[in-house]
């Protein structure tokens, strides 16, 4: 059975920075590539930052470019993502998955989704 065990999420001031955690099982991890997605209250599910398998390619959804950065640790099946610069904006609920199809236009995630980790940037 597939599971994603998200963490991290916090009660951050605006400017701050948070590194979040996802660990995967019940599946081959280093096979798939790997994504960051988040939800916002009221919003749909949109697509933060994926990672290709072992690492060598990213993407991020213009919002974060240049403030996340998404990683991997293929040994220990988990994913992070570090957040800098956060804004209100970023307020959300963060998941990870994996990507059974990626386009910069449209993503599919390939399992049913974890438990999420809640991200508010808020002063």
């Known amino acids: 059975q597939v599971h994603f065990v998200e963490s991290g999420g916090a009660l951050v001031q605006p400017g701050g920075s948070l590194r979040l955690s996802c660990v995967a099982s019940?599946?081959?991890?280093?096979?798939?590539?790997v994504a960051w997605y988040r939800q916002a209250p009221g919003k749909e599910r949109e697509l933060v930052a994926t990672?290709?398998?072992?690492?060598?390619?990213?993407y991020y959804v213009d919002s974060v470019k240049g403030r996340f950065t998404i990683s991997r640790d293929n040994r220990n099946s988990a994913s992070y993502l570090q957040m800098n610069s956060l804004k209100p904006e970023d307020t959300a609920v963060y998941y990870c998955?994996?990507?059974?199809?990626?386009?910069?236009?449209?993503?599919?995630?390939?399992?049913?989704w974890g438990q999420g980790t809640q991200v508010t940037v808020s002063s």
């Open positions: 998955n994996a990507l059974a199809y990626f386009s910069q236009t449209y993503s599919k995630p390939l399992f049913t």
């Open positions: 019940g599946f081959p991890f280093s096979s798939y590539d």
């Open positions: 990672i290709t398998s072992p690492g060598g390619n990213q």
